[in-house]
């Protein structure tokens, strides 16, 4: 079982990611980060809307950059649309959304960003889908103005999901020009290769998008969209894949603790000499590839850990509510594991929690009820096994206080 406590097609976030019906499994083997895909009989409407849209321009209080406007391809400067924010608020780059709405109506695209902190249903999407796919995960809005376009054809260098909220839109997807595209590969590294290929080869995908498709598009893979007739809104869900090359550079980093790979280079070396190189470049390979070889997976993983399991956080936590649960905790209060929370349980003496930011030891004794705790069920105080009563209030309260359970 996994270790958030759901059963493998419990993955309702990603389902939902990939309307119509498709096995799961199915997408994990034939398209994730292979092929395009479009799919229909979604339903996004309580996720974002239009209405959605105005509210967090006007009564939100946004700032940069959770906000950009672009037309064809051109990102507007922040201060065309921004301001103070008036009197008691020292603000000078809050959203003002009479500039907004003059932009939109002159054909700019408006850009929500980071929905994934800012509007609740999706702060709880993000928190499932990251559970879901196990990748780090964003969530933008793309508003268009009807006969628009934001941006030309171009790449990104994560996975989307394109989920269309309103309106229609067209898109275009073609085979990529440089596949697996890492974070530091943007495409206009190859801004020539982009615009000729979507000028001059057949797409994978030519469709229009309506309200409940959603459309993966794998990175690396070229796209451009244009609104039709009316106003079209999609959300953009990247997922900030998880590479091999990460692996990579971590064990490349674990490499630091081997003394030799420290040492200095010659006094005067020259490292832009491709002969002064030579005469060190195969000791420092062979002392990197001992190294690596003699790296263990329980090595790697903390450092793994750390990098990537603070990409998403897990479900928010109201602080006045929480602080209150804990004081006023009794046997009979029902707890589960914070939604999202990533964490890896190691049995011994201690019992070792592990988590993004730092390990919690608890006694040995413990190790049955954590066991039961973290499995993501609801869960009554007083009912833990191999606890007294008193011994499960502790170990409850402590882990509240971690904000590793919530209260049901």
Known sequence: MPE????PD???????????????????????????????GGDYSDL??????????????????????????????DSQFTGPAGVGAEINDQVRDDKVAALFASGHTVVLQALHR???????????LSTDAGHPVQINAYITPAESQGFSAHYDVHDVFVLQVAGEKH?????????????????????????????????????????GDALYVPRGFLHSAKALGGVSAHLTVGMHTLTRYLLVQELAALAADEPSLRAALPLGFDPGDPSQLATVLDDVASLLIKRIEQTTPDALAPRLRRRTWSGNRPAPLPPLAHAAAIAGLTAGT??????????????????????????????????????????????????????DEAD????VRRLLTEAVLTTA
């Open 171 to 211: 898109w275009t997807v073609h085979e990529p020009v440089h596949a697996d595209p890492l974070r530091n590969q943007p495409w206009t590294d190859h801004s020539k290769a982009v615009a000729a290929a979507a000028r001059d080869r057949a797409p994978v995908i030519d469709e229009v998008l309506r309200p």
């Open 392 to 395: 499960q209030l502790v170990l």
């Open 4 to 7: 958030s406590g759901m059963l």
């Open 334 to 387: 029902t707890v589960r594991l914070r939604p999202g929370l990533r964490f890896h349980l190691v049995e011994g003496d201690p019992v070792r929690l592990q988590l993004a930011d730092r390990t919690i030891s608890l006694p040995k004794a413990t190790s049955a009820a954590l066991s039961v705790l973290c499995s993501g069920a609801t869960v009554t105080v007083g009912d833990l096994p191999d606890l």
């Open 48 to 77: 974002f809307s239009l209405q959605d849209a105005d509210e967090l321009l006007s009564r939100r209080g946004l700032r940069t950059p959770f906000l950009r406007l672009a037309k064809n391809g051109t990102v507007v400067n």
């Open 118 to 128: 800012t509007w609740p249903a999706l702060v709880d999407f993000a928190t499932q």
């Open 10 to 40: 419990e993955r309702p976030a990603l389902r939902r990611c990939v309307a119509g019906g498709l096995d799961l499994d199915e997408f994990g083997r034939s398209y994730w980060g292979a092929r395009a895909l479009l799919s229909h």
